[in-house]
């Protein structure tokens, strides 16, 4: 099993910054391809960014391409998302998924999941 905790998320103006950390627990992380999806109110779950194992391959929504950035830290079971420049349509609950697979933008390819951390951006 793998516990995942989300932090970081907050209220923040349009062109902010913030940085989401997502940090594992119950075993080593390193075997765990990780991702990030968000869920804004009254919509479905979709795909933000995923890492795969090692770190060395990235992906992104176009939605989120050149502001985001994913990585990790497999030293410290953790991984992380920049966000830049931050836009309102960007507000959602932001959730970290692990799951033994190559990188997918697929949630239900992903067995473990945190919580989730909101992240408002006002106007």
């Known amino acids: 099993q793998v516990q995942l905790v989300e932090s970081g998320g907050g209220l923040v103006q349009a062109g902010d910054s913030l940085r989401l950390s997502c940090v594992a627990s119950?075993?080593?992380?390193?075997?765990?391809?990780t991702a990030w999806f968000r869920q804004a109110p009254g919509k479905e779950r979709e795909f933000v960014t995923g890492i795969s194992r090692g770190g060395s391959s990235t992906y992104y929504a176009d939605s989120v391409k050149g502001r985001f950035t994913i990585s990790r830290d497999n030293a410290k079971n953790t991984v992380y998302l920049q966000m830049n420049s931050l836009k309102p349509e960007d507000t959602a609950v932001y959730y970290c998924?692990?799951?033994?697979?190559?990188?997918?933008?697929?949630?239900?390819?992903?067995?473990?999941w945190g919580q989730g951390t909101q992240v408002t951006v006002s106007s």
């Open positions: 119950g075993r080593s992380f390193s075997p765990y391809s």
């Open positions: 998924a692990a799951g033994r697979i190559f990188t997918s933008a697929r949630a239900s390819e992903y067995n473990y």
